[in-house]
C-alpha cells in the first residue's frame, strides 16, 4: 500500500506498492565527461552502460529508449532533488508537491487521489519507493536510468508510462576515498555532501558511508500575512556493506535514514475581497501567500536493500533482492482557507501517516550463454498501512457582517465547530511469477520475449464514528503482461529494434466522502494497454557520436484517470451542494517521438541534445466528470439526472504535461599545467500545456539556461564552480487553480505554482 496516496486531503485514496529485481548497478558511467584521448583536441565519450533490462549492457545494445542521468551528470549541473532530473530529461514531466508529487512519461499522467497504482514507478536500489519518499535530496549517486514505455514483464510493478531507477553508489572493495562537496546560493540554500569508502579487507569486505544537509528555500515565498517564509531542511545518511566472500558470491547491503522538515504555503494571483486587509493586485512572480497558517511536513523514510548475487556452474546466476520501504509523514495543512477567505481563521488539518512494506525476489538466470539465454523468477511483497486526519472544523460556511466594511456581509470564523477525526488502515499484497527468454539468431538478429503473471490484493478502510463515515476502498487484479522485442545490428555499434509491451492497472473502488453521493461514481474498471516502439541508437566514429531515436504508439483500453474538486449538485437544483473527487475510466491513446544525441566536438566540446514530443489524448467521445464554469467562473450543472457536469473530453490531454519538450547541454574545457578551466551550459525548455477544471486552463511555455564556469585540478582532486540557475530569470506559471469557495463566497485570490526563480551560487568540490 502506498503511504503517499493517504496524503490526498479531499479523497484519501489507496496506491499500491508492488516491486522488481535487483540486476548489479554499474559504477557510474559518464555521458558526457571522459579522459583525454591521444588527440589532445577531443574529449572521449565513454561507453554509456545500463541495467535497464536486468542485465549492465551498452545502452547502444537494449531495446527501449531509455536515458541515463549518471553521477557525473547530476554533479556538474548541480542536480541536488530527483524532481530535478526532469531537465537532462525530455519527456519526464516531475510535479514535486509534498503532498502528492507525481512523475509522467510520454504525457501519461497520474492523480494519486484516482486510488489506482502510479502510470510511473521509481525504485531505488531496485526497491519500489512512492514518489514521495523518492523525491528528496540526491548524494553519493550511482546511476539514475528513466525507462520509457509500458512495463509488464523486467519491473515488479506494471506500469504504462514507465519506471525510474536510482542506483547509489557501491563500495569499492579495493580503494579507500573520500569526497565532500559544498553548495551555496544567494536565496538561502546550503547543501552539503560527503562519502567515504574504507576497504576492511582488500578485494573482500568495505563500507561505504555518505550523507548529505540540505537547507533550501523551498520555492522562495513570502507569506505576507504572518510575515514568514518557506523553508526546507534534509537530513539524512546511508551505509552500505560490501561483502565477496568467494569469487563467486557478491552481497551487498544499504540502509538509509532521512529526515526533512519543509514549512511551506501556496502563492497566489489577485485580489483581496470583502475588504478584508490583504494586497490586491497580487501578481504569480510576487511570490506571496495569503494564508493564515503555513503547512508543515516532517518525513523520515528509511529504506533498506539487500541484493546477494551467486554466481553457478555453467554460466547461471541466482539472485536474491530483499527491501524494506518504511515511512511516517507528519502534516499540518492549512489546506481549507488558503487563501484566507474567512480572514485570519486558522484551521489545519492534521495527518499522520506511516507504512511499512517488505519486498522479495528470487531469481535464476543464464550468463552470456552463445545462443539462448533465459531468466526465471518469483516475487512477493507485502504491506501495512494506518494513519489519521484530524481537523476542527470539517463543514466551515456561515455569513456574518464585515468588519472592515459595514455594508457588505463577509464570511467568518463559524460559531460551531465539527471536529473530523478519522483514522485509516489498510494492508496489501502482490504475488508474481516471470520469465524472460533472449535467443540470438546470430550476430545481429536477437528475439527477446518476456511474460509475467501477478496477483494484486489491496484495500483500505477510514472511520470516523462522530460523523458517521464508515467506508472503504480497494484493488483487485491477476493479469497477464508481457514484452517482445526484435533487434538487428545495422553495423558495430548501431541498433535498431521493434519491441513490444502491454502493461495493466487495476480496477477498484475509491473511497466513498459524502454519504448523499451516488454508488456508481465510486467504482472504476481495470486499465490494460498495448505499446509499440520502433528506434535506433548507436555509437560512431570512434564513439565520439552517440543517437537515439525512437517512435512509439501506445494504446488504452480503460485508461484510469482522476477527477479532483468536481462541484456536485446532490438535490439537482441547480446549486452547488460540494466538492468531490472521481475516478473514471476511458480509452485513450499515446504517441509520439524521442531524439537524442552526445557528439565530442574539436576543440574540447561536448554537446548534448535531446527532445520529446508525446501527444497523450482521450479518444473521440469519452464523457468525463468535469467542472463546468460560466462567465463568472461560477459551477454550472449541464447533466440532467447526474450528479455532476460530464463534457466531451475527447482529443483533450490525459494530464497537464506538456507535449513538447527540449534540452541541450554543452561544455567546453581547457587544460593548463596543473588544472582545468571549463564552462557548462544547460539550456531547457518546456511547452505550453493545459490543466483542466479551472476556469483558465492554458498554461503558457517556458526555458531556463543554466550556467556554469569552474576551475578543477588536472586530477580532479579538488574544484570550484561559479554558477547561476535560470540566469535569465524567466518566471512562469506552472500549475494553477480555482478561487477559494466556502459556500456563496468566493475569493478573489486564486492559487498559483512558479518555475524556481533565479539562483546564483558557489559549489567547492575536494576528494582524494
Request: glycine share 8%; net charge negative; aromatic share 10%.
Amino acid at each position: 500500500m502506498r503511504a503517499a496516496a493517504l496524503l490526498a486531503v479531499a479523497c484519501v485514496s489507496p496506491v499500491y506498492l508492488s516491486a522488481q529485481s535487483t540486476p548489479e548497478a554499474p559504477e557510474a558511467p559518464a555521458t558526457t565527461n571522459a579522459s583525454d584521448t591521444e588527440d589532445e583536441n577531443i574529449v572521449t565519450l565513454p561507453v554509456v552502460m545500463v541495467t535497464a533490462d536486468k542485465i549492465s549492457r551498452p545502452l547502444q545494445e537494449v531495446p527501449m529508449a531509455v536515458v541515463a542521468v549518471d553521477a557525473k551528470t547530476v554533479e556538474n549541473f548541480n542536480l541536488l532533488d530527483v524532481s530535478d532530473i526532469e531537465v537532462v530529461s525530455p519527456g519526464l514531466d516531475m510535479k514535486p508537491d509534498p503532498r502528492s508529487p507525481v512523475p509522467s512519461l510520454r504525457g501519461i499522467a497520474f492523480n494519486p487521489d484516482s486510488g489506482t497504482t502510479a502510470s510511473v514507478d521509481m525504485y531505488w536500489n531496485e526497491v519500489p519507493v512512492s514518489a514521495n519518499t523518492a523525491f528528496r535530496s540526491m548524494y553519493d549517486v550511482g546511476q539514475i536510468e528513466v525507462l520509457r514505455g509500458p512495463q509488464g514483464t523486467l519491473r515488479g510493478r506494471s506500469s504504462p508510462g514507465g519506471a525510474i531507477t536510482y542506483a547509489a553508489r557501491r563500495p569499492d572493495l579495493e580503494k579507500f576515498g573520500f569526497n565532500i562537496e559544498q553548495s551555496l546560493s544567494d536565496i538561502d540554500l546550503v547543501n552539503t555532501q560527503a562519502a567515504i569508502n574504507i576497504p576492511i579487507v582488500s578485494g573482500k569486505l568495505a563500507v561505504r558511508l555518505a550523507g548529505v544537509y540540505d537547507a533550501n528555500a523551498a520555492g522562495d515565498i513570502h507569506n505576507i500575512y504572518l510575515d514568514e517564509d518557506t523553508r526546507s531542511h534534509t537530513r539524512s545518511y546511508r551505509g552500505t556493506i560490501g561483502w565477496k566472500p568467494t569469487d563467486d558470491i557478491e552481497v551487498n547491503l544499504t540502509h538509509q535514514w532521512l529526515e526533512q522538515e519543509l514549512v511551506r504555503a501556496n502563492s497566489v494571483e489577485g485580489d483581496a475581497t470583502y475588504g478584508a486587509p490583504l494586497p490586491s493586485g497580487v501578481r504569480p512572480s510576487d511570490r506571496l501567500a495569503v494564508a493564515p497558517g503555513m503547512d508543515t511536513y516532517e518525513d523520515n523514510p528509511i529504506l533498506t536493500s539487500l541484493t546477494v548475487d551467486w554466481d553457478l556452474p555453467k554460466d547461471h546466476r541466482l539472485s536474491l533482492i530483499a527491501g524494506r520501504h518504511a515511512t511516517s509523514n507528519d502534516i499540518s495543512g492549512e489546506f481549507y482557507n488558503q487563501m484566507n477567505l474567512i480572514y485570519g481563521y486558522s484551521s489545519p488539518q492534521l495527518l499522520y501517516i506511516e507504512s511499512e512494506t517488505y519486498s522479495y525476489e528470487l531469481r535464476f538466470s543464464s550468463v552470456e550463454h552463445e545462443k539462448w539465454d533465459y531468466v526465471f523468477g518469483l516475487y512477493y511483497e507485502d504491506s501495512e498501512t494506518s494513519g489519521s486526519v484530524q481537523q476542527v472544523a470539517a463543514r466551515l460556511w456561515f455569513d456574518g457582517p464585515n468588519p472592515f466594511v459595514s455594508s457588505s456581509p463577509v464570511p467568518r470564523a463559524p460559531d460551531m465547530e465539527i471536529p473530523l477525526n478519522l483514522t485509516m488502515d489498510g494492508s496489501g499484497s502482490y504475488k508474481g511469477v516471470f520469465t524472460t527468454q533472449t535467443f540470438k539468431f546470430d550476430d545481429a538478429w536477437r528475439l527477446e520475449l518476456g511474460a509475467r503473471y501477478q496477483k494484486i490484493e489491496s484495500s483500505l478502510a477510514q472511520s470516523d464514528p462522530a460523523l458517521g463515515i464508515d467506508s472503504a476502498s480497494s484493488l483487485e487484479g491477476d493479469p497477464f503482461t508481457g514484452s517482445a522485442s526484435l533487434s538487428y545490428k545495422l553495423r558495430p555499434g548501431v541498433n535498431t529494434y521493434l519491441t513490444y509491451g502491454r502493461s495493466y492497472r487495476p480496477g477498484g473502488t475509491a473511497f466513498r466522502t459524502s454519504a448523499q453521493l451516488d454508488e456508481k461514481y465510486l467504482h472504476f474498471s481495470e486499465e490494460t494497454s498495448n505499446g509499440f516502439e520502433l528506434g535506433v541508437k548507436g555509437a560512431v566514429n570512434d564513439n565520439r557520436l552517440q543517437f537515439n531515436a525512437a517512435l512509439f504508439m501506445q494504446k488504452f483500453s480503460g485508461y484510469i484517470s482522476h477527477s479532483g474538486f468536481i462541484p456536485v449538485d446532490y438535490q439537482a437544483d441547480g446549486f452547488q451542494d460540494d466538492v468531490v473527487g472521481i475516478t473514471f475510466n476511458g480509452d485513450a491513446e499515446s504517441k509520439g517521438i524521442e531524439l537524442g544525441a552526445t557528439a565530442s566536438l574539436p576543440g574540447r566540446v561536448v554537446l548534448g541534445v535531446n527532445t520529446a514530443y508525446a501527444k497523450a489524448t482521450w479518444a473521440d467521445g469519452t464523457m468525463a466528470p468535469s467542472g463546468v464554469f460560466d462567465a463568472n467562473g461560477n459551477p454550472v450543472f449541464n447533466t440532467p439526472g447526474e450528479q455532476v457536469s460530464y463534457t466531451d473530453i475527447g482529443g483533450v490531454t490525459l494530464g497537464d504535461a506538456p507535449k513538447f519538450t527540449f534540452s541541450s547541454t554543452i561544455e567546453w574545457t581547457r587544460p593548463m599545467r596543473t588544472m582545468e578551466w571549463f564552462t557548462r551550459g544547460l539550456f531547457y525548455y518546456k511547452g505550453e500545456r493545459e490543466i483542466r477544471n479551472v476556469p483558465d486552463p492554458e498554461l503558457p511555455g517556458y526555458s531556463t539556461v543554466d550556467l556554469f564556469v569552474g576551475l578543477r585540478s588536472s586530477d580532479r582532486r579538488w574544484e570550484v564552480t561559479l554558477w547561476a540557475k535560470n540566469a535569465l530569470d524567466e518566471q512562469v506559471e506552472t500549475n494553477r487553480g480555482s478561487s477559494n469557495v466556502i459556500g456563496t463566497w468566493v475569493s478573489g485570490y486564486r492559487m498559483v505554482t512558479l518555475n524556481p526563480p533565479r539562483e546564483l551560487g558557489v559549489t567547492a568540490k575536494f576528494s582524494f
